[in-house]
């Protein structure tokens, strides 16, 4: 399974972004999608996941009530809707994929993830 993440660009604060996740070459199946990101010199973040069997979602703390991941079973994407955008979350998005299920618990750990999207860029100024 290849992945590609798309729709970044560059906003204003308090602006929006809808980001897309394809899987192609197969299907996403059973297990999570998930957004991470890395901003300039730091580390890869978890930014949300959801769970491809039950639909079930966890957000960051830290975009909690501002974005939104979603699937589209019939595209084949998974979407995350950027809302209320600040500097802070000025980043490479990357899409990741696994292909069986995991714990609630351990779907927001980096390497759980078999599969990577090439990340998008996001930039929001201030």
């Known amino acids: 399974v290849q992945l590609q993440a798309f729709g970044g660009g560059s906003v204003q604060a308090g602006g929006s972004l809808r980001l897309s996740c394809a899987a192609s070459g197969g299907s996403f199946g059973s297990g999570p999608v998930a957004w991470f990101r890395q901003a300039p010199g730091k580390e890869r973040e978890f930014v949300s996941v959801?769970?491809?069997?039950?639909?079930?979602?966890i957000y960051a703390d830290s975009v909690k009530g501002r974005f939104t991941i979603s699937r589209d079973k019939a595209k084949n994407t998974v979407n995350l809707e950027m809302n209320s955008l600040n500097p802070l979350d000025t980043a490479v998005y990357y899409c990741?994929?696994?292909?069986?299920?995991?714990?609630?618990?351990?779907?927001?750990?980096?390497?759980?993830?078999?599969?990577w999207g090439q990340g998008t860029l996001v930039t929001v100024s201030s």
């Open positions: 959801i769970d491809m069997w039950t639909g079930n979602t």
């Open positions: 990741a994929s696994r292909n069986g299920r995991i714990v609630t618990s351990s779907q927001h750990r980096a390497g759980a993830y078999e599969y």
